[in-house]
Nanobody, 126 residues
Framework: QVQLVESGGGLVQAGDSLRLSCAAS????????MGWFRQAPGKERAFVAA????????YYTDSVKGRFTISRDNAKNTVYLQMNSLKPEDTGVYYC???????????????????WGQGTQVTVSS
């Protein structure tokens, strides 16, 4: 099991940048692909980005391609989400999550993730 704690959220203006961090505990972090999801007010939680267990593969939802970058540092048990050119529609609670399977790449829906953090709020004003 992996325990996750997100940080780095805040209130920014459109066009600004933020970097979210997700610190993990547990021995299997480096064996699991990781994902970032977000939940906008009044909407369901949605996939944002994922990175494979070794950092070699990444995948993004269309709306953040070219603006967001997911990465990980297995030595630090941390996954990051660098968010540039933020838009008001990026507002929401951002969650990191760990894939339920070890050494698996291809989960882009929350059903594929079994460990979740508590979330960090990102608010982008226009």
């Amino acid at each position: 099991q992996v325990q996750l704690v997100e940080s780095g959220g805040g209130l920014v203006q459109a066009g600004d940048s933020l970097r979210l961090s997700c610190a993990a505990s547990g021995r299997t972090f480096s064996t699991r692909s990781m994902g970032w999801f977000r939940q906008a007010p009044g909407k369901e939680r949605a996939f944002v980005a994922a990175v494979s267990w070794d950092g070699g593969s990444t995948y993004y939802t269309d709306s953040v391609k070219g603006r967001f970058t997911i990465s990980r540092d297995n030595a630090k048990n941390t996954v990051y989400l660098q968010m540039n050119s933020l838009k008001p529609e990026d507002t929401g609670v951002y969650y990191c999550a760990a894939d339920v399977k070890m050494y698996y790449w291809g989960s882009y829906h929350q059903a594929g993730f079994g460990s979740w953090g508590q979330g960090t709020q990102v608010t982008v004003s226009s």
